[in-house]
């Protein structure tokens, strides 16, 4: 079992849609990222959560360390937010390294 | 501030050929990493430099491949043979330290082997 999963695989909105996409994780964390690659192109880094939640502008991410699950939010989406969003833990250990989910490719069609 | 600067963005080589890649780091980032991301797959991660020192490389398939980063700021990772699984985007990123939790990203080389 990885120790990553992230639900669903794939995602096909229309725009204005409210997006969820979930993940949940079975090993204790330090911090959990949720990062954005658009096709052709690098990683970018949205949010870094250890609790709670954040907001950044049409994006919410929530944790909750209990249930080893976050969930990361769009709202109102747009086709520009088209892309695979990727959730990653650090799970602590001497060096900081990351574990990647496998990634939910999200399109949003107008 | 400028990012972590990959090149090249594409090569395409056939198999048994040799093929490098490039990386420079965020100024000042002590820590840097070479991840193989397979189409449809998050990455995975082949190799961890402090400084010019090696901190991880359980998953560097070492008959193959090698990296180097011999003054501490920018790094080259090497394929040699390449075989057709190689095929993937190998992403380079960069921390300030070990001691950091967030790392940035370079744009990645997609390396396409026939």
């Known amino acids: 079992k990885n120790e990553v999963e992230q639900s669903p695989q794939n995602l096909t909105a229309q725009e204005g849609e409210f997006i969820t996409i979930n993940c949940s994780y079975s090993?204790?964390?330090?911090?959990l990222h949720w990062l954005q690659q658009h096709p052709g192109g690098g990683i970018v880094s949205l949010f870094m959560?250890?609790?709670g939640k954040k907001k950044h502008g049409r994006l919410i991410a929530t944790i909750n360390i209990q249930e080893k699950h976050s969930s990361l939010h769009i709202t109102a989406s747009h086709p520009r937010d088209s892309a695979v969003y990727i959730c990653a833990l650090n799970s602590g250990g001497s060096n900081y390294k990351l574990t990647f989910g496998k990634g939910t490719l999200l399109t949003v069609n107008p | 501030e400028a990012g972590v600067a990959q090149s090249p963005r594409y090569k395409i080589i056939e198999k048994r050929q040799s093929v490098a890649f490039w990386c420079n780091p965020i100024s000042g980032h002590a820590t840097l990493y070479w991840y193989q991301q397979i189409l449809g797959q998050g990455p995975k991660l082949l190799i961890q430099f402090q400084n010019n020192g090696v901190v991880d490389d359980s998953q560097l398939p070492k008959d193959r491949f090698s990296a180097e980063r011999l003054k501490g700021v920018d790094s080259t990772l090497k394929i040699q043979p390449a075989k057709l699984e190689d095929s993937a985007v190998y992403l380079c990123?960069?921390?300030?330290?070990?001691?950091?939790?967030?790392?940035?990203f370079g744009p990645g080389t997609r390396l396409t082997v026939t």
């Open positions: 990123a960069s921390s300030l330290g070990l001691n950091t939790y967030e790392q940035y």
């Open positions: 090993v204790g964390i330090s911090a």
């Open positions: 959560l250890s609790s």
